[in-house]
Every structure is written in C-alpha cells, then in structure tokens.
C-alpha cells in the first residue's frame, strides 16, 4: 500500500474544516486591514532565499528541498530550483519584478498557502506545512519605514487570534536594530562566546564563527545557561533605532496590545532588522511559537530592488489549529441546513430540481436518493448535520408543496415551494 511521505499528511474532516475557519477568518482580517492577495510559485530559484533568508540560517543549511533543472537548453546552466521554505522572500521578489514601488504606495499584501521545509516531523511541524503570511512593503516616501506600520500589523494579528478564538497567547517583542547595530552585536557575542563555545552543541559551535546572531535561535537545554549570560543586543541599539522600538511599544500601549520585552528573540532568519516578534501559546508544548514576524528593511536592496523598507509575519496553520484544539475547540463540520429526501421511484430527478433552485438561493443542503428508505434518509440527515429533511415524493410534487421536518424538535409542516427558502431561513 502506498502512503503519504513521511512528513506529510492528509488533512481530513473535521480538522479540514479548523483550517477552513482559520482561513475565512484570516481573509476577514485581511480586509478590514486594506490586505490583498498575493499568489507566488511554490518553487523558486534558490539564489532567492540564500540572498534572503541567509546562508547560514538552518533553513537554507538543512532543511531546503532542492533540484537542478536540466530541462533547459544544451547551452545552459542547469538551474537550482528550490521549493519555497518561505513566503516572504518570494512576495519581495514578486515586488521588485513586476516594479509595484513605481505605484508610490504602500503594497499591503497577504498569502495563504503551502510551504516546505526538511525538517524531522514532529507534532506540529512537517515537512509540507501550511502558512498564512502578510508583508507591507513600499518606498520610504509612502510610510513604510514608520513604526505604526509595525504596530499596526502587531495589532491586527492580536484581532486576528481573537476572532479566531484562541485567548491564551502572550506576545513577545524585540528589536535587532539595523545592520550596523548586528555587526556591533555579532563582534560582541563572537567575543563574549570565544571562552565557552567549546561546552556548546555542535551547531552552536560552527554559528558562533560564521553568525553568532544565531546562537540565540538555539533550543538545546544545555545550552541555555550560557545563552542567557550573553551581551544583550539592546545595549548595541544606536538612537534612530531605539526610538523606532519606543515608538512601537508606545502604540501598541495605546491600542491595548499586551506585550513582553525578550531580548533573546532575534527570529531564524537573517533579513530581519528592528522590530522582531511572536506570538507564543502554551498549548504547543516546548516549541511555543504560534506565529510570528518582523521588519526587513534591507531585504529589497539584497535581491537588487530598490529600497524598499517592509515588515510582515506568518502564521502556522498546522500549530494554529493545535493551540485552537487546546483550548478545547474543536473542530466544526460546516453544517447544512436542510437535507432532501427524495421518496419513492422517479423522485431522483424532482429533488435534484428543488435542491438546484434552493442551493441557487443560498440554501446549503444535501441530497439524498430515491433509493432510500425514509428511516435512512433521516439517518443521513444526521449525519450531515441538517436541521431540517425535506421530503420529495409524489404527492408534494403534485401539490407543489413539501413536508418539511424539524430533525430536533420533530415538528412537521406543509410549506409550498415558493415559501420554502424563507421557511428554512427563518430558522438560524
């Protein structure tokens, strides 16, 4: 028998219809907040996330699914082709392509779709995993550099697990200041490392030389200890940036998002500059990310566009729905509101006909057979979760009228075709 690649799963009803929620959910956010969509390959040339998300970061080290294309000319170089780990660095590079900085305005844009990682499956993390992400982006001139642009994402977020419902995250938030703040930095915790790395895990070791920046995305417990006694990068912030994060936290405070200040948090990828963040649920055991984001001010310039500062974030779907499951929502099976039970031989074509016109109507209903005695249709109906059965047989199609059947309280009444629509709807 073959099965799905270790890493990936199926995603069934009821679960199926969590993900739908979120979906809807996040879409209605999107639009009060002026998002559009955006929609990128899920493949790209790999150069784009080694420039981007950064050499040494685990996700361009490890984790990548990547193939030569030698479906090309005789003449040419076989292309590195990669399956996005990623969205962002694909929406900057859309961005840059199709020149939307020559609009002089901010491009407010959100995705919704899979992305891929090599990483060990573990609950909550696979290797096709599903995000929801959203990027502003533009030219300095129409906003972009301006904390309210951070804050004001930080808060639709806090809207958007609140409408979602999941009540029991915490924020976190830092600053990695700007390019040259990190090298300061980077100096300092290669400095500060030189005397203890050797008692560090192997992947710490190697970072502390090439990037000790991602020393502090290490999660080994033995580890911790030293981490916790490295410089802090707040103490390397030159004036424009702190003032930047001040200005964040200061509408945010406004605006009654709570948040904590963690100075270890600097995110896995190597794009980010001031403002960084996660939202964290206790639900999802030792890695507590449910989702989170930050500003790349330099990223358009990296992938040679022009300047074009953004900040954005991404939302696991998978751990979304994880945290809503802990909270002890489960999932819920779109319901219908009325099932149709066709009645006797020849009622088949009769029922198809008054479901069409109902469905034509926005009733959601589903549609049993002729074949069916009424005890199973009724059962069916169930099943469905139907409020309601509608029966077609002869003698409603003659009257032109059909019983109609509450399958709670089991109240039954006659209701001609023409009043059926307002009969069903007037029962939410």
């Not at 996330?49 to 996700?59: N, W």
């Not at 509408?251 to 948090?265: F, H, P, Q, S, T």
Request: aromatic content about 8%.
């Amino acid at each position: 028998m073959i099965k799905a690649v270790r890493g990936t799963r199926d995603i069934l009803p009821p679960d199926s219809a969590l993900f739908e929620l979120v979906e809807e959910r996040a879409r209605e956010v999107f639009h009060l907040y002026n998002f559009q969509e955006i929609r990128t390959p899920i493949f790209e040339d790999t150069q784009l996330f080694s420039r981007s998300v950064g050499e040494e970061t685990d996700i361009v080290g490890k984790e990548m699914f990547t193939w030569e294309d030698k479906a090309r000319a005789q003449s040419e170089k076989a292309q590195s082709l990669t399956l996005r780990p990623e969205n962002t660095a694909g929406v900057v590079r859309a961005y840059i392509e199709h020149k939307l900085g020559d609009k002089g305005q901010l491009q407010k844009l959100y995705y919704i779709g899979p992305q891929f990682r090599r990483e060990r499956p573990q609950k909550g993390r696979y290797r096709q995993f599903y995000q929801i992400g959203a990027e502003v982006i533009g030219p300095p001139s129409a906003g972009s550099e301006s904390p309210a642009r951070d804050a004001e994402v930080i808060e639709m977020l806090a809207a958007l697990l609140d409408r979602v419902g999941i009540k029991g995250s915490t924020l976190q938030l830092n600053s990695v200041g700007c390019a040259n703040d990190r090298a300061k930095y980077n100096e300092a915790l290669r400095a500060a490392l030189k005397p203890v790395v050797g008692q560090m895990c192997v992947d710490c070791q190697r970072r502390a030389e090439t990037n000790p920046l991602r020393v502090l995305d290490c999660k080994v417990p033995e580890d911790q200890p030293i981490i916790a006694k490295l410089p802090k990068i707040s103490d390397y912030l030159d004036e424009p940036c702190r003032e930047h994060f001040a200005e964040v936290k200061k509408i945010l405070d406004a605006v009654g998002v709570k948040y904590e200040v963690n100075e270890r948090m600097v995110r896995g990828l190597d794009y980010y500059t001031r403002t960084t963040f996660e939202f964290t649920h206790g639900g999802l055991g030792a890695q507590s990310a449910l989702l989170g984001g930050g500003r790349y001010d330099g990223l358009s310039e990296a992938l040679g566009g022009p300047k074009a500062p953004g900040i954005g974030f991404a939302l696991g779907l998978d751990r979304f729905v994880i945290a809503l499951q802990s909270e002890t929502q489960s999932a819920q099976t779109p319901s219908v509101k009325a099932f149709i039970a066709p009645l006797g031989d020849g009622m088949n074509a009769a029922a198809a006909k008054l479901a069409r016109e109902l469905r034509a109507q926005g009733v959601a209903l589903d549609l049993g057979d002729e074949s069916f005695r009424l005890k199973k249709s009724f059962e069916a109906a169930e099943r469905a979760g139907a409020q309601f059965v509608i029966i077609v047989g002869e003698n409603e199609v003659k009257a032109d009228a059909f019983a109609v059947k509450d399958i709670k309280s089991g109240e039954q009444r006659t209701v001609a075709r023409a009043e059926l629509v307002q009969a069903l709807k007037a029962n939410p």
